[in-house]
């Protein structure tokens, strides 16, 4: 059974809009998430490491101030992407790890953004 | 994180085993081999992963040459489902993976 629940699948807004994307994860608590964006043809991207209770991790290059991460309870963590442009429209994946470092990364079903 | 070096596509006719190869020379002890693959506007999933001693499970098996330098996936009987972006990636750990371009393979009836 799925053990990372992402909502919404897809979305499509218009520029200048706030998008609000939800990670939960079913089976367990998980203390560090990860969130990856997919340009069309690419590989996936880590934007950032999001942790229980603190700050998040922001890859270089990715502005924090705009992809905005939530992860204020163990099964839950959100990226909102603030002001969205149509340069913003991507595959948003999001995934979370097991309970030993060493084990496998359970992912999202991811959300297509598309901004008009 | 060792850097992997995979071919960009292979083709497997179905039914047939698919091998699809992986190169991580600069491995270095702690780091695992973790096989993913990516179906057309899904989120990853998870294959297998190992040290050093070939894996098996009910989806794959994972061969790791002895000196670690390079490794092969199996998938017993390719099936059109398997059609996908596999990724091969050597790290100490399954934390924030950092994805290559993998090898699109296409499984042909």
Redesign the interface.
Known sequence: GAVVSQHPSRVICKSGTSVKIECRSLDFQATTMFWYRQFPKQSLMLMATSNEGSKATYEQGVEKDKFLINHASLTLSTLTVTSAHPEDSSFYICSLQGVATNEKLFFGSGTQLSVL | DAKTTQPTSMDCAEGRAANLPCNHSTISGNE?V?W?R?IH??????II?GLKNNETNEMASLIITEDRKSSTLILPHATLRDTAVY?CIAQ???????????TRLTVIP
């Open positions: 695992y973790y993913y990516q506007s899904q989120g990853p999933q998870y992963h990724y100490t750990g399954a934390n924030n993976l950092f994805f290559g371009t993998g």
